[in-house]
């Protein structure tokens, strides 16, 4: 009995997993043997790479979002307040702060395609002198574009609200405000760099 459970466990052993790679062949491989990489087998091995975009642990291209938010409400505010001033047939009028700048911005990586987007509101601070019945009057208002997002600056709309307009005629007034919405053109070409310098990062 205690021969026989001595060639079973014998048995056991010999047909492991383990036991068997313990076992060198004389047809079996060498052992693998480290070996050091040069700086030129380095510098071939990342040429050899291919390029691809995301961060450096998504090399499989899988999905990966990026958070824009702080580079893109700096430079929205940076390229709008660059609109300057118009001249109007009665008067003249200036940007002179963007009071809102809100939304989200961000990139997308998915298969190796990048797939950029935002969603952002303004409201701009405007300054003004018109001539109002043969008088110099000053003018304050803003300019507020509703919420847009990205490839649909086609539809951009402004809505003007002026300040302390209570004095004004109401036909003044009226083209006062006509007047102020032709910064809407100049807005939608800043946005459309702004568009573009997206697309880029």
């Known amino acids: 009995m205690e021969g026989a459970a001595v060639s079973e466990k014998e048995a056991s ?6 036991y068997w790679v313990r076992e060198a062949t004389a047809d079996a491989a060498p052992i693998p043997v480290p070996k050091k990489l040069s700086a030129e087998d380095l ?7 291919p390029s691809s975009l995301g961060s450096v642990w998504n090399r499989a291209g899988t999905w990966e979002e990026k958070n824009l938010n702080k580079w893109a409400t700096n430079r929205m505010k940076e390229l709008v307040k660059c609109v300057g001033g118009l001249e109007f047939s009665n008067g003249k009028a200036e940007v002179t702060e963007v009071s809102t700048c809100t939304g989200d911005a961000f990139l997308v990586t998915v298969r190796h395609k990048k797939r950029v987007g935002y969603t952002y509101e303004l ?7 018109w001539l109002v019945r043969d008088v110099k009057r000053k003018v304050k208002g ?5 919420e847009f997002s990205y490839g649909e600056l086609d539809d951009l709309q402004v809505t003007v609200n002026l300040k ?5 005629p109401q036909q003044d007034k009226h083209s006062i405000c006509q007047d102020l919405k032709l910064f809407l053109q100049p807005l939608r070409e800043k946005l459309l760099q702004f568009e573009q310098e997206l697309r880029e990062r």
């Open 13 to 18: 052993a010999s047909s492991s997993y383990t």
């Open 43 to 49: 510098c071939n091995l990342s040429s050899s790479q």
């Open 123 to 129: 409201s701009l601070e405007v300054e003004g002198e």
């Open 142 to 146: 803003h300019l507020d574009i509703p």
């Open 164 to 168: 302390d307009e209570k004095d004004l």
